[in-house]
């Protein structure tokens, strides 16, 4: 049952998880593949090597094939050679991976259930957010601002586009520990990174909203 906390740091209330988060199942196999399909969409695929015809020189051959008491080459060009070119090296290409709507759907409702599960989830009553100070914020966080640096990872998930999500931003973009993101952004690599999720309170009836299309 996560608690929902003012700008102050203080409870005013206690809310029930959502019934989709009450799964104890974790399809771990499912997990697996949302996260991989996230690390490889994100990858650049730029990695480029050269091949022997594509390096300028190496036209003619280096000595006679006999007599020198020298191995044969005929360029220098030829992989063994220094600045020659690379046998099976990376090429530009694509790590896109796909997986369906249904996987990532129950991949991000196990990893937040998971969260669920372990109270490592709170929410946050952003409305008129007046914080303006990173100390005040980690204070907010961590019950004081100095175990911001040893207190656990946290994630803030604000909704896009939220009136308070740029003041949230600003606070906590100094401390260590903590990142900042929005419902729209957050995948299932980012839940199980951090320790602990902070939801706006519009944040959380948008993640509710989209999982099950109906309004939290």
């Known amino acids: 049952m996560p608690s929902v906390i003012d700008a102050s ?22 997990v697996f593949r949302a996260v991989h399909r996230e690390f490889a969409n994100a990858r650049a695929g730029t990695a480029s090597t050269k091949k022997r015809d594509e390096i300028a020189g190496g036209g003619r051959k280096p000595w006679r094939q006999k007599g020198t008491g020298r191995a044969r080459q005929g360029s220098i060009r030829s992989p063994q ?15 896109n991976e796909d997986l369906n709507k249904k996987e990532r759907r129950a991949a991000l409702i196990a990893a937040l259930s998971d969260r669920f599960g372990n109270n490592a989830v709170m929410l946050l009553d952003a409305a008129g957010f007046d914080v303006t100070k990173t100390a005040q ?19 803030i998930v604000h909704a896009d586009g939220e009136v308070s999500a740029r003041a949230v931003s600003r606070v906590a973009r100094n401390l260590r520990r ?19 999720l902070v939801l706006t309170t519009a944040a959380y009836e948008r993640i509710v909203e989209k999982l099950t299309g109906k309004v939290a």
């Open 178 to 196: 903590v990142a900042v993101t929005n419902d729209a952004a957050l995948d299932v690599k980012d839940i199980l990174r951090y320790e602990r």
């Open 137 to 155: 914020c980690a204070t907010l966080l961590f019950g004081e601002a100095k175990a911001a640096k040893s207190g656990p990872t946290t994630l």
């Open 9 to 30: 740091g203080n409870v005013v209330r206690e809310v029930e998880a959502h019934d989709i988060f009450k799964s104890s199942k974790m399809p771990s196999h499912t």
């Open 81 to 95: 050679w220094r600045h020659g070119g690379v046998v099976f090296g990376p090429r530009p290409r694509r790590y």
